[in-house]
T-cell receptor, first 113, second 114 residues
Framework: SQQGEEDPQALSIQEGENATMNCSYKTSINNLQWYRQNSGRGLVHLILIRSNEREKHSGRLRVTLDTSKKSSSLLITASRAADTASYFCAPNTFTGANSKLTFGKGITLSVRP | ETGVTQTPRHLVMGMTNKKSLKCEQHLGHNAMYWYKQSAKKPLELMFVYNFKEQTENNSVPSRFSPECPNSSHLFLHLHTLQPEDSALYLC?????????????FGNGTRLTVT
């Protein structure tokens, strides 16, 4: 399967702690994207990391990519209750003339106040 | 406000009904998508349109029929659905059907088939 597989499936932390979420995939990618979904809402794009990049930052988010291990991680620093959501990784593979973004089942993050 | 608007937000329909889901984007994007999100399952890509042309149909049953009259509007026509079709249906758009164009999602239509 080309989909990203997130780990753990669920994560519960205290406000102020860091949250680390992992993603593994099976095929070569052009880029990998992380999305967040609040309950009852659509997905929101967080960050895109290209296959030739190893690390990327956006505010309190830090994403790493290891193409040799076919894995990525999303770190949220100094978490807040508002970070409670589901997080999805989506490897972007290139098949023929089209790129294909494939989502996993997501990680449910709960941040306790 | 996500820039992608889906209506209705909730829909309950019987198995013999015919209904349509609507999606509208004013982001100037050229590609639009339908996804199905069921509990405990990965997000499933159903259809892709690029510049109004359907470029992908991921083995979706014919009881789901998409329509894209222009680059800003996307419909999903539903008829004779099954209870297992109950799910959150998400519309998304991107600037291009391409490599580095992130998806912008609507808030979905929660569909219940009775």
């Amino acid at each position: 399967s080309q989909q990203g597989e997130e780990d753990p499936q669920a994560l519960s932390i205290q406000e102020g702690e860091n949250a680390t979420m992992n993603c593994s995939y099976k095929t070569s990618i052009n880029n990998l994207q992380w999305y967040r979904q609040n309950s009852g809402r659509g997905l929101v794009h967080l960050i895109l990391i290209r296959s030739n990049e190893r690390e990327k930052h956006s505010g309190r988010l830090r994403v790493t990519l290891d193409t040799s291990k076919k894995s990525s991680s999303l770190l949220i620093t100094a978490s807040r209750a508002a970070d409670t959501a589901s997080y999805f990784c989506a490897p972007n593979t290139f098949t023929g003339a089209n790129s294909k973004l494939t989502f996993g089942k997501g990680i449910t993050l709960s941040v306790r106040p | 406000e996500t820039g992608v608007t889906q209506t209705p937000r909730h829909l309950v329909m019987g198995m013999t009904n015919k209904k349509s889901l609507k999606c509208e984007q004013h982001l100037g994007h050229n590609a639009m998508y339908w996804y199905k999100q069921s509990a405990k399952k990965p997000l499933e890509l159903m259809f892709v349109y690029n510049f109004k042309e359907q470029t992908e149909n991921n083995s979706v049953p014919s009881r789901f029929s998409p329509e894209c009259p222009n680059s800003s509007h996307l419909f999903l026509h539903l008829h004779t659905l099954q209870p297992e079709d109950s799910a959150l249906y998400l519309c998304a758009s991107s600037l291009y059907r391409g490599n580095n164009s992130p998806l912008h999602f609507g808030n979905g239509t929660r569909l219940t088939v009775t």
